[in-house]
């Protein structure tokens, strides 16, 4: 018989937490302590995330995280004169599981039902908000947040050594793995229904690239009419804000948010004072031409050193992406400033094909379209064979070309990955090694790449960047930091029907030969400033490798972190120092990214006393 203890949202306390763990106790008036059938404790912990609505009734316990949205309007309508966990209580009892076919927007949601011993969790169809889940005999754990499930005594939390491994080579950890060998992610648009007879996992919704009916005015009107009202469903109050880069993204949402906004609406935005990194000129330019107030903060290296613990607390495995650092300073900048939520605009380069890697993969692709009898008879044997040892410029970049081409995708996408720049055997230690199976992460790629339905390769890539970029990576960075300013964040462009245009775009009108996002550009011509249709694709990045050169206190951070890593027995002390001399006599961004990476790992483990 399955037994269940679960833990939704933070406890407010390390007393919740001690509470936590002795079984047969009522936690708090915040909490509610419940018993299972076979007489087993199940815990939920209600905390004080943002955006979160809990419900008991008939021995049931609805949880919802995010906004959702119902096709039945009776639902919508009592979600905002009540709560969006009644909604859920009263579209569960009509529906049951078919509730996901009713149910749209940003969320998570749980359903436990407490006689039953059933509980069901699911996640909107990019993974917006996170769901974990773990399983030790016949127990199952479920929450929001690992260090919880950590918490609890029946939980094995033996690390992952492969899932350390995802993390130095992704950077992140991709779901479904976590950092512990018995505790999963619940990916997106994914439903999981557990039962005393066991566990089962599927995914619900999957895109579909119906693109034979695509009219370019039609689609423009109904990218402004969507995007209007998902902005507008975002403003929780008079106390909204808009992240504001200066990017196509950030500018259409903020731009849209300064016409549906009754007053002058404020954005935010994060400058550096070094050059390459600093993109404030662009967001001026987008607040001026949309008459947005535009605040402004300029992140230090001491910004970076006060952050360092606080990216490492909140993030319940360890977390790489180093541009969790002005996220935070600029969600922070905003609560100081007295605003509650931010509107964010992730998402438009994944859905409308903004990344410059798209457009250089292209050009390796264009291979496929020579004859493969030309290919595998003629070309390959004689630049990577006759001529391959000829310095001659021209043969030399076809020879380079052709060694490239003939990777497939997703496995060419991997071609600057530090592990494949320096073998794995000078970087890892072999203890370590031995229990690393290297071809996972490209397994795990290809399986995504692979799952797509779409006929063009753009269109695989995008989803895999849905994926690896989006909900493993860049909406797990802002919402993380966002709770941990205490302000809540929307993203109007991941918007469902936002989601779906994008699948009707052919991939030929996001990508038009080298153009990257020209359906969007194109349709955001007259809307947007020249200056931001015509800006410079730019990371959101961090510059911390520059600043690691001259700052005392990144240097003694940096110094402590990777000699305490050195101990750990799982990378080479050469390496170690390679690494280092790397940082200071060659590409201080390059290497300085990988010492973060480290870094992070190292002051996570050590948070956790592991």
């Not at 890593?565 to 080479?572: G, H, L, N, Q, S």
Request: include cysteine.
């Amino acid at each position: 018989m399955t037994q269940f203890v679960a833990w939704i949202n933070n406890p407010r306390s390390q007393d919740d937490f001690n509470l936590l763990a002795k079984e047969g106790e009522k936690i708090s008036s915040t909490s509610a302590h419940v018993q299972t059938c076979d007489a087993q404790s199940a815990f939920l912990s209600f905390g004080s995330n943002l955006n979160t609505s809990i419900l008991q009734q008939d021995g049931q316990i609805y949880y919802v995280s995010g906004s959702p949205l119902w096709s039945n309007e009776e639902l919508n309508a009592l979600s905002k004169s009540a709560s969006p966990a009644e909604a859920l209580a009263a579209g569960y009892k009509k529906y049951q599981a078919a509730l996901l076919d009713q149910l749209h927007g940003n969320f998570s949601i749980v359903v436990f039902d407490i006689k039953m011993q059933t509980a069901l969790l699911a996640t909107d169809r990019l993974g917006t908000r996170p769901l974990r889940y773990a399983t030790n005999g016949n127990t199952i754990f479920f929450s929001n947040n690992l260090d919880l499930i950590r918490k609890c005594k029946q939980f094995d939390a033996t690390l992952s050594d492969q899932s350390i491994y995802h993390y130095l080579y992704f950077h992140i950890i991709p779901g479904p793995r976590t950092i512990y060998q018995h505790a999963h992610k619940l990916g997106a648009a994914s439903l999981l229904r557990v039962s005393p007879q066991g566990i089962d996992k599927k995914v619900y919704w999957k895109p579909s690239f119906q693109q034979d009916r695509y009219h370019f005015p039609e689609a423009r009107d109904e990218l402004f009419r969507e995007l209007r009202r998902a902005v507008d469903s975002g403003i929780e109050s008079e106390k909204t804000g808009s992240f504001l880069s200066g990017g196509l993204d950030s500018s259409t949402v903020s731009g849209i948010f300064a016409q549906q906004f009754s007053g002058t609406a404020n954005a935010f935005s994060i400058g550096f004072s070094e050059e390459g990194y600093d993109e404030l000129d662009y967001a001026r330019a987008s607040a001026q031409h949309f008459g947005l107030h535009l605040n402004e903060y300029c992140v230090t290296p001491k910004d970076v050193f006060d952050t360092v613990p606080l990216v490492t607390q909140h993030f319940d495995e360890p977390f790489g992406n180093s541009s969790a650092v002005p996220t935070y300073q600029c969600a922070l900048f905003a609560k100081r400033s007295g605003y509650d939520a931010l509107l964010a605009g992730d998402g438009g380069d994944e859905l409308f094909a903004g990344n410059e890697r798209y457009a250089k993969q292209k050009v390796f692709e264009k291979y496929y379209s020579i004859p493969g009898i030309f290919r595998w008879g003629l070309l390959q044997p004689l630049f990577l064979g006759a001529l391959s040892g000829v310095s001659f410029k021209p043969i030399h970049k076809m020879k380079r070309y052709i060694e490239q081409a003939v990777i497939p995708l997703p496995e060419r996408m991997l071609a600057y990955n530090f592990f494949n720049i320096t073998p794995p055997e000078e970087i890892l230690s072999a203890a370590f090694r031995s229990n690393i199976d290297f071809n996972e992460p490209l397994n795990e790629m290809k399986a995504v790449y692979d799952s797509c339905e779409a006929e063009n390769f753009i269109d695989k890539l995008l989803v895999l960047d849905w994926k690896f970029t989006l909900t493993d990576n860049d909406l797990r960075k802002v919402g993380v930091m966002c709770e941990a300013a205490d302000i809540s964040v929307h993203y109007p462009l991941l918007d469902e029907k936002i989601l779906a245009l994008s699948c009707q775009i052919p991939a030929q009108e996001k990508l038009k030969g080298s153009q990257l996002r020209y359906f969007y550009k194109k349709a955001m011509t007259g809307f947007l400033s020249e200056k931001t249709l015509n800006k410079p694709k730019h990371g959101f990045g961090l510059p911390f490798g520059v600043w690691l050169q001259t700052d005392p206190g990144l240097k003694e951070i940096a110094n402590d972190s990777l000699s305490d890593f050195a101990k750990r027995d799982i990378m080479t002390a050469s390496y170690l120092k390679k690494l280092n001399e790397q940082h200071k006599h060659q590409h201080a961004s390059f290497f300085g990214e990988f010492i973060w990476i480290i870094l992070i790992l190292e002051r996570w483990l050590q948070e956790r006393k592991l």
